[in-house]
């Protein structure tokens, strides 16, 4: 019941000097102190609340990449003519026809064929298990640090850009 409520409150909470503020306030209107790290009412603070020191833009991150990641493990390529093995077989790290199938960058499907999405999914695609697990955990550290500092949207945007940059 209590994580219900948590989700549908017009207000939260001032860290600083503790005084109820609107969802939507960046500033408490009491001492005046920065609310980028402050969990509104709402989808963000049910995930934010699931993962324990995890904003909103982080949980929702790490949300987007797990479900990607199980999608993948859920649903192999199968190539004609080849043992498709079993469902698990991702764990360690899945083929290029499953990455490309999900959207990874391909240089004669982005540039030929004028995919340009492919530029931004390889951003949550994971070539395995290690691979997803340690980028969740870098990501639970330091995205709430950076989200402190920026704030939300341009957490957002660094992850994106950095994650376009680098692919």
Known sequence: EMFARSTRGAYKMCP???????????????????????????????????????????????????????????????????????????LLGFDRLTLIRYGSGYAPLTLGLLEAWRLVTPVFLHAGLIHFVFNSMALVQLGPLVEEEYGTERLASIYLVCGIAGS
């Open 16 to 90: 600083s000097c503790r005084a109820l503020v609107p969802r939507g306030a960046r500033t408490c209107s009491e001492c005046g102190a920065h609310l980028s790290a402050v969990r509104a009412p709402g989808l963000t603070r049910a995930i934010g609340n699931l993962i324990p020191g995890a904003t909103a833009t982080t949980g929702i991150i790490l949300a987007a990449n797990t479900v990607l990641f199980a999608l993948m493990l859920m649903i192999p390529v199968s190539v004609p003519g080849q043992d498709p093995g079993s469902p698990l077989s991702g």
